[in-house]
């Protein structure tokens, strides 16, 4: 009976071994994919800092096209809208067409028609005439629909006019640039009644 009770002894203590080379194992193998995914992330970051600082760099928003090569050009359907007077109902008729440098951004855009449509709607039919008479309030129009035009794609641009406002600067933080794929809105028709 010693013998078979000395005999599990020295087994116990093997598997204790083997149990604690395959702990060792495994943390091993965790630490090293922990230490792989950290430095994937700061080679990510490292480039999506270099590519920041050069899209700030250029401010040029057509960067991306090639010299030489024309724009695309996306025209969406003419919109007619009522307009917030609150004295006299007004409307418009505005006919915008949206300048993209990619022509593969040209067919995304496309597939995200009626959200965009929308979405320009809506800034169109909170404007009134006399917003829509200036050129300063064309021109505001215009920055609000490239705006909208890329947030149904989830690309969130900052409202330009909070920088050009006279009001108090608050302290900025540090956001990303994001450059808009659409380089320019231009009118084709603008017609307020």
């Known amino acids: 009976m010693a013998t078979a009770a000395a005999g599990n002894e ?12 395959i702990i060792i194992a495994i943390v091993l193998v965790l630490v090293l994919a922990g230490v792989g995914a950290l430095l994937m992330m700061k080679k990510k970051a ?5 590519e920041g600082g050069a899209a700030e760099e250029t401010h040029a928003p057509a960067a991306h096209a090639k010299p030489g090569t ?9 919109f007619t809208v009522n307009l917030a007077d609150k004295e006299v ?5 505005v006919g915008v067409t949206l300048e993209v440098a990619d022509p593969k951004f040209a ?4 597939a995200y028609m009626p959200a965009i449509r929308n979405n320009v709607l809506l800034v169109l039919s909170h404007k009134t005439s006399a917003e829509l008479l200036t050129v300063e309030g064309k021109e505001k129009l215009a920055r609000e ?3 909208e035009a890329v947030r149904p794609m989830g690309i969130e641009l900052d409202d330009e006019e909070e920088e050009d406002s ?22 084709s028709t603008f017609i307020v009644q």
């Open 46 to 50: 490292a480039n999506a800092d270099e």
């Open 166 to 187: 006279d009001a108090p600067k608050k302290k900025k933080r540090k956001k990303k640039q994001v450059e808009s794929p659409v380089t320019q809105v231009l009118f």
């Open 70 to 78: 024309p724009p695309t050009f996306v025209p969406l359907d003419p």
């Open 89 to 93: 109902d007004r409307f418009a008729q």
């Open 10 to 21: 020295v087994a116990a203590k093997g598997g204790g071994k083997k149990k604690l080379i």
């Open 107 to 110: 067919d995304q855009l496309k």
């Open 145 to 147: 629909i490239r705006r």
